[in-house]
């Protein structure tokens, strides 16, 4: 392996625009929008919130022509094309079906929903309105992941015997806070935890079996986990996650014929170094964007898909994504927070 593979991905810049509309204008809404419109040709035409304030002080701070005192009047809007939904995990299925009754594609923060059980009801209400639906795992449609897919195709590991990754950073207990609130989607998987198992289904797949254990908050939702996954192909994964402390987040693959290590924090553009017998090969994001300016990179991608008719993204399709929130589930009953 003398060089490693040139990043296949949907330009930022230059291709199909849509016009999206924000459901709950939070932190994370204010980073997507901040580098949606810094980076890339896609603009938000529409916000809503609950608080007609809070829609009116965003609109004006991004230079969003309408806002919004409901959700509601958002999805009716017929200048809006796509949907990004952005509330707290718990609101996610109801907000993701309001948008798709109307008739619009939608981008569902990660996790897509609270349990497998309600990311089915998702899905299968997109399939049936023949409307785009994905989740928002916005580090899949980064440089690097596009990278490490293309050397997991090509064999270039040889057999994946094994993956380590560990996400996490310390949260001061709050039991109002929605880290640490069961009716708000706390917990560490579904908040962080849902980066570390996603990495491991990207390289090896569905697990055939999944142990874990883990320590409960005194809301009953886990604030850390540690996971062993197995699979089919004989290879293990080891996951964990927390809000007790915090992780580099630098996973590894190691395979029979070479070993990728992350140098850099692999939810965000980063990098990594490919090593094999005695060659190294290193490789790092030169796009400019750091830490969640990478989220534009799903949002460009969405637009190409639906430019292209399609209704699932080819990179983590709604199976994906139910499966996904499955193997979360096992975790979360094995560690006593369902």
Excluded at 29 to 45: C, I, K, S, Y
Excluded at 67 to 86: C, F, M, N, R, T
Excluded at 157 to 171: C, Q
Excluded at 286 to 315: F, H, I, K, M
Aim: proline share 5%.
């Amino acid at each position: 392996m003398r060089s490693l593979p040139t990043p296949n991905v949907t330009p930022l810049r230059g291709g199909p625009v849509l016009r999206w509309g924000v459901l709950a204008p939070g932190e994370i809404a204010n980073d997507f929008v901040t580098t949606l419109h810094g980076n890339t040709d896609q603009r938000v035409h529409g916000v809503a919130s609950r608080s007609a304030e809070r829609a009116a002080a965003f609109a004006a701070k991004h230079g969003i022509p309408r806002h919004y005192d409901s959700y509601e009047q958002l999805v009716a809007d017929p200048g809006i094309d796509v949907v990004y939904v952005a509330a707290p995990h718990s609101e996610h299925r109801r907000l993701a079906l309001l948008a798709i009754a109307a008739g619009k594609h939608v981008l569902i923060e990660k996790p897509m929903a609270l349990n497998a059980a309600e990311a089915t009801d998702i899905a299968e209400a997109a399939r049936a309105a023949g409307v785009f639906a994905m989740e928002a795992m916005w580090s899949r449609y980064l440089p690097q992941s596009s990278v490490i897919g293309q050397l997991l195709d090509d064999g270039a590991f040889g057999d994946v015997r094994l993956v380590t990754v560990s996400l996490g950073w310390p949260a001061v207990f709050n039991a109002a806070h929605r880290m640490f609130d069961p009716a708000l989607g706390g917990g560490a998987m579904l908040d962080a935890g849902v980066y570390s198992l996603w990495f491991a289904r990207f390289v090896l797949g569905a697990p055939r079996s999944v142990q874990a254990a883990g320590i409960l908050a005194p809301t009953g939702v886990e604030s850390q986990a540690v996971a062993t996954l197995d699979y089919a192909s004989g290879a293990q994964a080891a996951v964990s996650t927390s809000v007790l402390t915090s992780t580099p987040g630098l996973p590894t693959i190691n395979g029979t014929d070479g070993v990728l290590t992350f140098t850099k924090h692999f939810v965000f553009p980063a990098s990594f170094v490919v090593t094999s017998g005695s060659e190294e090969l290193a490789w790092a994001d030169d796009s400019g964007l750091v830490g969640r300016g990478g989220l534009c990179w799903q949002a460009t991608a969405l637009a190409q898909y639906v430019n292209d008719g399609l209704t699932e993204s080819p990179l983590h399709d709604l199976d994906e994504s139910i499966g996904l929130a499955s193997t979360i589930d096992e975790v979360r009953t094995q560690v006593g927070a369902l």
